[in-house]
């Protein structure tokens, strides 16, 4: 019967053990910054509203011939040029500006909601 016990206490160990890791893990995995794609494509940025959080990357990638920019509304940020097959990208950082446009297409806009914090303490 002793045995019994003891290889159920081992089970029940392994289960709660693996319980606790895959929780560990999940929360540790939400916590790191992501990377957020913006494709360039017919004089569009696609998607045209994004949402962030501080820590994040934003990699805007060309896919049009034309060059074009991911500007701040403000100027407070840019990507400078972006060519046809190439990428820029930009960390989101608290307050930073949360529309943008392209300089060469000024019709060409998006928005950014930033949520929360991802930066590491």
Same mark, same amino acid.
């Given at each position: &019967?002793?045995?019994?016990?003891?290889?159920?206490?081992?089970?029940? =160990?392994?289960?709660?053990?693996?319980?606790?890791?895959?929780?560990?893990? *999940? =929360?540790?995995?939400?916590?790191?910054? @992501?990377?957020?794609?913006?494709?360039?494509? *017919?004089?569009?940025?696609?998607? #045209?509203?994004?949402?962030?959080?501080?820590? #994040?990357?934003?990699?805007?990638?060309?896919? #049009?011939?034309?060059?074009?920019?991911?500007?701040?509304? =403000?100027? @407070?940020? #840019?990507?400078?040029?972006?060519?046809?097959?190439?990428?820029?990208?930009?960390?989101?950082?608290? @307050? &930073?500006?949360?529309?943008?446009?392209?300089?060469?297409?000024?019709? &060409?806009?998006?928005?950014?909601?930033?949520? @929360?914090?991802?930066?590491?303490?």
């Amino acid at each position: &019967m002793e045995r019994l016990h003891s290889r159920r206490n081992v089970l029940v =160990g392994a289960v709660v053990s693996a319980t606790a890791l895959a929780f560990t893990r *999940k =929360g540790a995995h939400a916590q790191e910054p @992501g990377i957020h794609v913006v494709q360039i494509t *017919k004089f569009a940025f696609v998607p #045209d509203r994004l949402e962030v959080s501080v820590g #994040d990357t934003i990699r805007w990638t060309n896919q #049009d011939l034309a060059p074009h920019t991911a500007t701040a509304g =403000g100027f @407070g940020w #840019d990507s400078s040029e972006i060519v046809n097959g190439s990428s820029a990208e930009i960390v989101v950082t608290e @307050g &930073m500006e949360t529309s943008y446009f392209c300089v060469f297409h000024p019709h &060409m806009r998006a928005t950014l909601e930033i949520s @929360g914090n991802r930066e590491p303490r």
